[in-house]
């Protein structure tokens, strides 16, 4: 049974490894602590959380900061 959980759980853990990059980068974009991303995203289930988090707090940053344009 330890064997099937482990075969499961490998494979999540490469994949947030793989996010884990893209989060840092998106972190110390937005001004937050990188490293802390990454350790987030290496654990399975926060990670995908983490890199939700991070999306939408990126989009939300990027958005700030376009220039406002007046409405007609």
């Keep these: ?3 099937e959980l482990m ?4 494979p999540i853990t490469v ?9 840092y980068s998106l972190a110390v ?3 937050r602590n990188g490293w ?3 350790i987030l ?4 289930v926060i990670g ?3 890199m939700y988090y991070t ?3 990126s989009i939300s940053y990027a958005l700030k900061r376009l220039p406002e344009e007046p409405r007609v």
Excluded: D, H
């Excluded at 075969?7 to 490998?10: A, F, G, N, P």
């Design 41 to 44: 995203s290496c654990i399975p």
């Design 15 to 23: 994949i947030g490894a793989l996010f884990a990059w893209g989060n």
């Design 55 to 57: 999306l939408y707090s």
């Design 29 to 31: 974009k937005s001004g």
């Design 48 to 50: 995908l959380i983490t």
């Design 7 to 10: 075969l499961q759980l490998i």
């Design 36 to 38: 802390l991303f990454v």
């Design 1 to 3: 049974m330890f064997n």
